[in-house]
């Protein structure tokens, strides 16, 4: 063969059409084959394999293998084979077998130019490849290997443009208590926990429907209308074992879900909306609620975003005012303890807890108040010391939201100590979630507020019973 063939309209045409943009291996494979088509005859080719073999790797967890016949002029060929062998960039390889037509043997010149034509074929093959893989990244939560929120967003819009978005329903699902996970396990048993969760979603979905990962332990789901009561009632009861060395557990996982019909959505954005404040409704309701959107829940959950803002700075501003409820010994009639009450005095008028209590607690900012609380009544009892007046012990209520503290007892414990009142008239409170996987994270803060001397007692909300520890 002629070096000239790497000038001529040929070996231009073989370019043109191989480099033609494609967006996976089945679109490479017929590109590169009619581009063989244009430079078969004047390299000698009578048959050309490819066989691609990639491992599992965390992009591409089922691996890759591809095997192919390129060309095959089907005629008489020489037996000996010419083999290139190429490594792919993240692990394995890429092989490509050539063969001659006719009994003799590509020469040393035809075999320079083959190398030089299917080290592009490769190139071609590995590009796409790595392209996929890319797309794969970015379409893909690489924790769990369920959607990413883009592409879950990719897939609301083309079903937007289909105009069938309407027979679908969204499901804003955050898991209840996954935080128990990471107090069992260590950080990366709870990832490998956390995707066996996805995946057991994902295999519920029929191929029309999509779950993606917002982050943490949310997900949102686009699942057929007719299906909404099937996935509500089994994403609320999700089992997982797990077992790491000598460690096992069974977890039972529910889910705090909002939902919303996809009737007149203008603009996909707005599908995310309707899931997010049909969710932050549930949350207010208590965990493990499920609650479906609607214009009401709306103007509700506005009227709740409020008061979560102003709280910040009503608390700086001091708005919030401790009162203290006596309790008097039945027998004696005398006063023996109290109860620190919170109360919001806004624009004059007073607001009672059920007013924003809720609300602050499924924020988060309880915790906030009821440090303040806490300190108000540190201060409270340090002015009475001061003043050489009796001393009684105050109570003072903690949220549940407080489990998720890894440092509460010490936490406590150096709020007091910082205005020198002595433990035994501190009383925590603490409200009770009702979640038996709580008890353990329950237990561990009792007893560390005992061993410092401080009495607790556990609320078991909404019950009227109360059990204390002393």
């Known amino acids: 063969m002629e070096d000239k063939l790497f000038y001529d309209d040929d070996l231009m045409k073989f370019f043109d059409v191989l480099w033609t943009e494609v967006k996976d291996i089945d679109k490479c494979e017929e590109c590169v084959k009619e581009a063989i088509l244009v430079i078969a005859d004047r390299t000698r080719l009578g048959k050309a394999e490819i066989c691609l073999d990639a491992p599992p790797t965390k992009f591409r967890p089922n691996g890759q293998y591809h095997n192919t016949v390129l060309y095959d002029r ?39 130019n083959l190398k030089y034509i299917f080290e592009e074929v490769f190139y071609k093959f590995n590009r796409t490849m790595m392209q996929g893989i890319l797309v794969d990244i970015l379409d893909t939560d690489v924790a769990t290997t369920v959607a990413s929120p883009e592409a879950f967003m990719r897939f609301v819009e083309r079903t937007m443009r289909a105009g069938q978005l309407n027979r679908y329903v969204v499901l804003f699902v955050n898991i209840h208590n996954f935080k128990y996970v990471n107090k069992v396990f260590s950080y990366e048993e709870g990832d490998v926990i956390l995707k066996n969760y996805a995946c057991t979603i994902k295999n519920m979905l029929y191929e029309d429907e999509i779950v993606a990962r917002l982050g943490g332990d949310n997900f949102v789901l686009l699942v057929n209308r007719d299906r909404y009561e099937y996935m509500v009632e089994n994403i609320q009861n999700i089992h997982i074992y797990h077992s790491a060395g000598a460690k096992e557990k069974h977890f039972l996982f529910s889910a705090t879900i909002g939902a919303s019909g996809l009737e007149n959505i203008s603009v996909s954005r707005e599908v995310m909306a309707r899931a997010s404040i049909a969710y932050q409704t549930a949350r207010l309701k208590g965990v493990g609620s499920v609650v479906f959107y609607s214009d009401e829940i709306q103007q509700r959950l506005m009227e709740n975003q409020s008061i979560i803002s102003d709280f910040g700075p009503a608390l700086d ?23 620190a009450l919170i109360r919001w005095m806004r624009n004059g008028k007073l607001i009672y807890p059920n007013s924003f209590i809720p609300q602050l607690e499924n924020e988060g900012s309880i915790c906030r108040l009821d440090y303040f609380v806490l300190e108000s009544v540190c201060k409270f009892l340090r002015n009475r010391k001061e003043q050489g007046l009796n001393l009684i012990n105050i109570s003072v209520n903690f949220s549940r939201r407080h489990m998720e503290e890894d440092d509460l007892v010490q936490n406590i414990v150096r709020t007091i100590d910082r205005y020198g009142v002595d433990h035994q008239y501190i009383e925590i409170e603490l409200t009770e979630s009702g979640d038996f996987q709580n008890y353990e994270i329950m237990s561990s803060i009792v007893n560390g507020l005992r061993d410092n001397g401080i009495r607790t007692s556990v609320d078991d909300f909404g019950t009227g019973f109360r059990l204390f520890f002393t």
């Open 74 to 112: 089907k005629q008489e060929m020489c037996t000996n084979a010419y083999v290139l062998n190429y490594t792919l960039p993240d692990g394995g390889s890429v092989t490509i077998t050539l063969r001659a037509y006719g009994e003799e043997d590509f020469s040393d010149d035809e075999k320079k």
């Open 317 to 339: 501003n001091g708005e919030f005012v401790v009162y203290y409820q006596p309790k008097v010994d039945a027998f004696t009639k005398e006063i023996c303890g109290a109860e």
